[in-house]
Every structure is written in structure tokens, then in C-alpha cells.
């Protein structure tokens, strides 16, 4: 399905869901290569259970979304029902329609579709973050999102609703005007959806800051279900989707970004992404050294077990994780 998750379709989704299974893998993907070269234990499990867990408070939250259970021995189950991590779960499936013909297409459907974008919601501007690349660049102005200044470190008073594509080869940011153009969203519902992600980003920052961490900015996906509802799909709350921090440390999967970002290869990836045949010319990623998969592995692991507050990875505390990971990233 991708290069992080399998899908096992059971049921087709046409005007109505269908039904389906994720796997979550231990492969991860950054710069929209790919699958890299390396897998991270324990990573599929987590992230599988961490979204399960979010997936239920956003429904206790009266907040629709896909998610059906998780699946263990074969029985879909509740988080609570679950005896152990497991990386599968039922969701209700959506028709994911790829605008090949121009975006039109999506004005003309009436339900159970993938909105075609990521809402993206920034509660602070940390080192790295990709808007400030844009503000350096001049393709964005901090006026366009209400602000004098945007700058590294800041912290926002509320947070800055951001979008970008969803089904194009390379994803690429969006104004809100074109993003409702290409949405198919009414007016209303465009309203709607900025709102849900905002309700989505108040859960999760109330969530993880139980656990001491800090929700710096996060991603969701949403989609129609057949009666035109908003539902949010896909994963939510993992440190894949989001990123998040522990006394100024970085615990998301920015961390493989900061890793390769010191290679020769993503030098390459800077100068070809999004050119014709970008992958091929990079080459094969370099592997993670050892130490350094191992600790990010026990990330994702600890980041579960004080999310969930269940002991369903053996890892050491989050604390003593990233102790560790400052040694070796350095």
C-alpha cells in the first residue's frame, strides 16, 4: 500500500465503505524516497497501538474517524482487549481517487472519498521546520497566517492551519484558497474541516503532555464518508504524523531526517527530488549504524508505553531513551 503500511482489502469501497485491514511495518520512509534500507523493531507495533489509543479518545471525543479495532488472533478487538502490541487494525475503507484529470473530479463525488490533502497543524515553529524554509524562500509571508514575525523557537498563541497535497508524486504546499479548490469542499465543510483539526490537535497535545511532551506541530488526513460527514482517517498521533518533544528533544521521526540530512545522499536528494526519475538518480540510501537504530527503535517503544500508559514494549523509560540518543547523535 505504501512504504510504511500494507492494506488488505476485505471489501471494496464504492459510494459506501468498504472494509479493510492495515499492517503496520518496521519500514520507514523520509523525503518521500521510500522504502529505506533498514528496518526499526518494534516500530510497526506502536505506532499501530499509539494510533489505536488516539483513534478511540477522538471517538469518545464524538469525533468520527475510521478506525473499526485492532486485530488479534484473528478478532478485532478494542485497545483495552488487546493482551499484547499488535501492529494490524480494521478500518472502514474509502475510495482514494487519484486527480490523474485535474481535481474536478472531486467536486463531483458525493461521499466516501479521501479528501485529497494533509491538514497540517503548527503550535510552534521548531529548528527545521519546513515553513521556515518556505518564509526563507519567499513563497510564504507570516502575514499569509495572521503574524507579524515567524521565526525558529517561537511558540504560537493559536495554532497555524497549513495544507498540502495528498495524492501527488511529491507533496507540495497549498494556500488555504487552493486547498478548498482542489478539496471539492463546500464552503461549510472547508470551515468544518479546519475546526476538526484543531479538536484533533487539542486531544493530542492534552494527551502526550500527561506524558511531559510537548505537541510541536502534527498532521492529519481526513476523508467523506458516504453522508458527506468529515472523518478522520489514515494514523493519527504517532511521532510519525506528529512531531513531538521531550525537554527540547526531538521525538518523532525527525530524527532519521536530522540523521540523513548529514549524508552525501541527501545532498543528492536536494538537488533531484521531484525531477524525473529523482529516486533512481539518488541511489540506495545508506544504512542506520547500529547504535542509532537501536535507540530509535526504543523511541518509538518508551513513546508507546507513556502514551498508552501500559507497559507493552520492553524499552526503558522515555528519559533514559533520549539520554542515550544524545550520546550517539552527536
Not at 523520509?30 to 533498514?38: A, I, K, S
Request: charged share 35%; glycine share 8%.
Amino acid at each position: 500500500m505504501g512504504s510504511v503500511k500494507d492494506l488488505i482489502v476485505l471489501r471494496e469501497p464504492t459510494d459506501k465503505p468498504g472494509l479493510g485491514r492495515f499492517i503496520f511495518s518496521d519500514r520507514y520512509s523520509v523525503f518521500d524516497y521510500g522504502e529505506m534500507p533498514d528496518k526499526i523493531e518494534g516500530k510497526g507495533k506502536a505506532l499501530c497501538m499509539v494510533s489505536a489509543f488516539f483513534f478511540e479518545k477522538l471517538e469518545e471525543e464524538g469525533i468520527k474517524t475510521h478506525y473499526v479495532g485492532l486485530v488479534e488472533d484473528g478478532k478485532v478487538k478494542s485497545f483495552d482487549e488487546v493482551g499484547s502490541a499488535v501492529n494490524e487494525m480494521e478500518i472502514k475503507l474509502v475510495r482514494v481517487v487519484k486527480p490523474e484529470s485535474g481535481y474536478s473530479i472531486f467536486k463531483k463525488l458525493k461521499g466516501n472519498f479521501l479528501i485529497p490533502l494533509e491538514i497540517i497543524y503548527r503550535n510552534s515553529i521548531p529548528e527545521g521546520s519546513s515553513l521556515l524554509r518556505r518564509i526563507e524562500r519567499g513563497e510564504v509571508k507570516p502575514e499569509d497566517f495572521g503574524l507579524s514575525k515567524i521565526e525558529a523557537g517561537m511558540r504560537l498563541e493559536k495554532p497555524i492551519i497549513d495544507f498540502s497535497t495528498k495524492l501527488e508524486d511529491v507533496d507540495r504546499y497549498l494556500s488555504h484558497a487552493e486547498a478548498k479548490e482542489i478539496s471539492g469542499l463546500t464552503d461549510d465543510e472547508f470551515e468544518a474541516l479546519k475546526e476538526l483539526v484543531v479538536r484533533v490537535n487539542e486531544i493530542i497535545t492534552r494527551e502526550v503532555g500527561k506524558a511531559g511532551l510537548t505537541n510541536e506541530d502534527g498532521k492529519i488526513e481526513v476523508a467523506l464518508d458516504e453522508e458527506r460527514n468529515l472523518m478522520v482517517v489514515d494514523a493519527v498521533g504517532t511521532p510519525d504524523e506528529c512531531r513531538f518533544s521531550m525537554d527540547g528533544f526531538e521525538v518523532s521521526k525527525e530524527l532519521l531526517r536530522k540523521y540523513y540530512r548529514k549524508t552525501e545522499w541527501y545532498e543528492k536528494v536536494k538537488q533531484l527530488k521531484g525531477k524525473e526519475g529523482w529516486r533512481e538518480a539518488v541511489g540506495k540510501p545508506p544504512s542506520l549504524p547500529e547504535e542509532v537504530k537501536e535507540g530509535i527503535s526504543n523511541l518509538y517503544k518508551a513513546f508507546c508505553n507513556e502514551i498508552v500508559g501500559k507497559r507493552l514494549f520492553d524499552a526503558p523509560r522515555l528519559k533514559e531513551v533520549i539520554s542515550h540518543l544524545k550520546e550517539v547523535l552527536e
